[in-house]
């Protein structure tokens, strides 16, 4: 990374009265850094240091210099009426620290120059990093780019969660299936996150409540909860790039109040006196590892509840020791609520002015409100949150009672503003009644926040026309969009040096911190031969170490010549990789009829992982391995067409995939993807999309040019009147069509040693149900594919699209999005911070 080389402060500032060990940015003080720390932090010496010492110390070396920015940005916080925002979320997949921190240092080349003098290769240490996998996919991923954006942008705020043991499980094939192994990210310890047992709060639960009056004979409320827990702060920084400000991801663990019980002890029962620790520390043991599907489990109650709780006490807490006044507490907070997993905020919040500092009613609803925002994430149904009475009146009492407090007054404000359709007041009510009862998390959110977004404008307008239609129909103003955005920081410079080195070459650095203004500086170089022929040639090379990655991994050769059509994401019905893959299986159907058909070379790359219980998802996974043993082992496939499935798809194993990629696969069901945000990383450096109009793919095209975009398939509206016409996935599959040998080849059991049962589920989804419209778009998906060999021919016209593409994605940066929020919902500005 050359640039960042040429503009590192270190060769540029003059030296100051804090350039010590902990703070010096030249390689020569940080070499001395880090040999302090492999003595005095890892307790070792060269001879016996292992290669995770050295990334230890190495890591000490920059959280010392993010510390001393922090420190500085504490100071002006507590010391300003500035407002903050809180990002709350049960999920943050920040991925590896090391290499975005150094970028944000502008230190990444005098840290390899300080750990070569060490005899180290600043590559390997950074490969020593494992992530810290608290999320499960684009949400958990989405957090964390806001929270580089946040801090690049100069905004004061906090990421709250929740501080995993456990995150996303690890991904292993075994025999083509996918098997689960725990991740113990902890296991060596991890030099990012600083513990603050002193910053604690108790949470409860259970028991009941009494009501009394107090000494001025109002009435009020005590809740007597049967059990108790601590949550322990844990820290990690966040820096901006080259920026100042430091922000925090603080994470909550769940400890017990006592850990261990004396008495029991003393009476003999050893199990007993630990058993409540046990119980306590239970509530952050693991993720849960489905995303886009409701749970209904008391933990997952108790883990919204437990981190919501301990961030809202801890910001009171501050709030009241920057003097400020509860009442104010709006005016110098904003709180986003990452979809309805923190959304018992609403109650929470409620609950703590009203019930702990004594705030009337309706002024404490007045703060919840102003508060509040709240960003949805999902369109499918399964994923709306929902909890049974009983469960929750037994894990949270007194909020149930709030929640029904604020629900009588708002179905009676309903019904004062006219409505007297019951059906309708029936369906916004927080109590799900046309059954068993539920309390319904999203419209707890949407009636307790000002502000409800969704996240790209399909998305938005699906919001409005259905899922939340009454909720629209009454609060229209509370309504907006702020389509997604990725860092461009962690996305280009980071995982794709020297796309980003070619592009500063010719536009400067400031795109990285404001790609909207300059990336389409780009589109000049986009017919200019020279340029063209490094960007081809950056291409290669990416694709290249790609190749080699496969190899080591899975042992499959593939060739860096071929075209790279890729499709990483959680693995989903909805997403389609079985659409891939029956195109995949079309391709392999050609060559067999006809080995000297005419095709493009392709290698087909599959990743990600599918929820433990999700059989379909796993049984996917299964037949894309399938293919490939059968394609990658066929002479007749040589050259022309390979499969792969990568393993263990994070953010650290995401990085070399999306620079490395000729083709994104974006080809959800229309209507189901809330925006995506693989489908920017993708473009972002240099892919061409094949996709649906979904999500974000719709503004992505738009703003890449139709001509630069490969989109096929059925609109939302269309799938919507396909269903209400009685859709039949039988009339698609006519005999002697491609489609039908394609059905046949997985029905006959051509993939499966010629057992017919093992993929059934699948086949019998496709012919009779195929809720995700898979045969009716497998012909239009398949013709667009052959548009893609096309323009893949020409070479000179793709790498003009790939250019342009790059040139165009500007906005797709999560700098735009956090601005959005900024100035829409949470009416904050930057604050700048100056090193004394
Ligand atoms: C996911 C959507 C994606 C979207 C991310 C980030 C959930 C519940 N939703 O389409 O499926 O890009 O959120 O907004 O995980």
């Known amino acids: 990374m050359k640039t960042s080389k040429a503009k590192s402060p270190s060769r540029q500032r003059k030296p100051s009265v804090r350039e010590d060990t902990r703070t010096g940015l030249s390689p020569e003080v940080m070499k001395r850094a880090i040999m302090d720390n492999l003595n005095f932090i890892q307790g070792r010496v ?101 929270l580089d954006s946040l801090a690049t942008l100069e905004i004061l705020g906090v990421g709250y969660g929740i501080h995993y043991e456990f995150g996303i ?99 003999g ?93 309706d002024t404490a609803w007045d703060i919840t409100q102003n508060t509040l925002g709240y960003t949805n994430h999902t369109l499918l149904p399964e994923a709306l949150e929902k909890w049974p009475l009983p469960l929750f009146a037994s894990v949270l009492p007194r909020h149930l009672e709030i929640i029904l407090e604020i629900n009588r007054r708002f179905l009676d404000e309903v019904r004062a503003r006219g409505v007297t359709d019951n059906g309708r007041i029936a369906r916004v009510s927080l109590i799900d009644e046309t059954g068993e009862r539920y309390v319904r998390m999203a419209n707890l959110a949407c009636v307790g926040s000002h502000a409800i977004n969704g996240v790209a404008a399909l998305h938005t307008e699906l919001l409005k026309q259905d899922v939340l239609h009454d909720f629209y129909e009454l609060f229209p103003d509370k309504f907006l969009n702020v389509t997604n955005g990725v860092t461009p920081r962690r996305w280009v410079l980071l995982s794709n040096p020297q796309l980003a080195e070619l592009i500063t070459s010719r536009i400067g650095d400031k795109w990285i911190r404001d790609m909207e203004r300059h990336f389409p500086k780009l589109e000049r170089f986009a017919d200019e031969a020279e340029f063209q022929d490094k960007w081809r040639r950056i291409k290669y090379a990416n694709k290249k170490k790609l190749a080699s990655i496969i190899r080591g991994q899975t042992g499959i050769v593939v060739d860096a010549e071929s075209l790279f059509d890729i499709q990483v994401k959680r693995i989903h019905e909805y997403k389609r990789q079985h659409l891939n893959l029956l195109h995949v299986i079309a391709l392999y159907h050609r060559i067999k009829q006809n080995p000297r058909v005419d095709i493009v070379p392709r290698t087909v790359i599959f990743a990600g992982k599918a929820a433990p219980g999700y059989v379909m998802a796993k049984l996917i996974i299964k037949l894309i391995n399938s293919v490939a043993d059968v394609v990658n082992n066929d002479p007749d496939m040589d050259g022309r067409l390979k499969v792969v499935f990568l393993s263990d798809f994070n953010v650290k194993n995401a990085q070399p995939v999306y620079p490395a990629a000729d083709l994104s696969e974006q080809i959800s069901t229309a209507g189901k993807e809330a925006s995506g945000t693989g489908n920017m990383k993708f473009s972002m450096n240099g892919a061409l999309t094949v996709g649906t109009l979904d999500g974000a793919n719709i503004e992505i095209r738009e703003a890449v040019g139709e001509e630069n975009f490969f989109l096929f398939g059925l609109t939302a509206t269309e799938v919507k009147e396909f269903k209400s016409q009685g859709y039949d996935p039988m009339r698609y599959v006519e005999p002697g069509s491609e489609l039908a040998a394609v059905i046949d080849l997985v029905a006959r059991g051509h993939f499966s040693n010629g057992d017919p049962r093992l993929f059934m589920p699948l086949i019998d989804s496709f012919l ?22 096309k323009a893949y021919r020409d070479e000179e016209r793709w790498t003009r699209m790939s250019i342009l593409n790059v040139a165009r994605m500007g906005s797709f940066s999560s700098d735009r999005a956090i601005r959005e929020y900024a ?14």
């Open 169 to 267: 499980f690890d991904q292993e094939i075994h025999d083509g299936w996918q098997v689960e192994t725990s991740d113990k990210w902890l296991r060596l310890g991890t030099p990012w996150e600083v513990p603050r047992p002193e910053i604690a709060f108790v949470v409860h639960f259970g028991g009941h409540t009494e009501q009394y009056a107090d000494e001025n004979g109002r009435f009020k409320v005590r809740w007597i909860p049967a059990r108790s827990v601590r949550g322990v702060a844990h820290d990690i920084t966040v820096p901006g790039y080259r920026v100042n400000t430091v922000n925090l991801l603080r994470l909550w663990k769940a400890e017990a109040t006592e850990s261990f019980d004396l008495e029991a002890f003393n009476v």
């Open 768 to 789: 009779h149900h195929d809720e995700y419209m898979l045969m009716a778009d497998f012909q239009p998906y398949c013709d667009c594919q052959d548009r893609v060999d």
């Open 269 to 361: 029962e050893y199990y007993r006196a630990v058993e409540d620790k046990v119980a306590s520390e239970n509530i952050t043991k693991v993720l849960y590892p489905r995303d886009e599907a409701l749970q209904g489990k008391r933990l997952r109650l108790e883990q919204q509840c437990f981190f919501v709780s301990c961030s809202l006490q801890d910001l009171f807490r501050v709030h009241l020791r920057r003097g400020d006044d509860l009442r104010d507490f709006h005016v110098s907070n904003a709180i986003q609520l990452n979809d309805t997993h923190p959304s018992i905020a609403v109650a929470e919040m409620m609950r703590l002015l009203v019930d702990e500092h004594d705030i009337e009613w």
């Open 823 to 836: 100035e829409k919902i949470w009416n904050v500005k930057p604050v700048k911070i100056r090193i004394k």
């Open 46 to 146: 060269p001879l016996t240091a292992t290669r995770n010492d050295w990334y230890m110390a190495l890591a000490y070396t920059v959280r010392d210099r993010i510390l001393h920015r922090w420190m500085e940005t504490i100071e002006t916080y507590m010391g300003s009426k500035e407002k903050s925002v809180s990002y709350l979320s049960a999920e943050f997949l920040i991925g590896p620290q090391l290499g975005s921190n150094l970028l944000s240092l502008g230190i990444y080349e005098d840290a390899r120059d300080a750990v070569a003098q060490l005899g180290q290769n600043l590559d390997k240490l950074l490969d020593q990093e494992e992530e810290p996998g608290l999320g499960n996919g684009g949400l958990g991923r989405l957090a964390a780019c806001y």
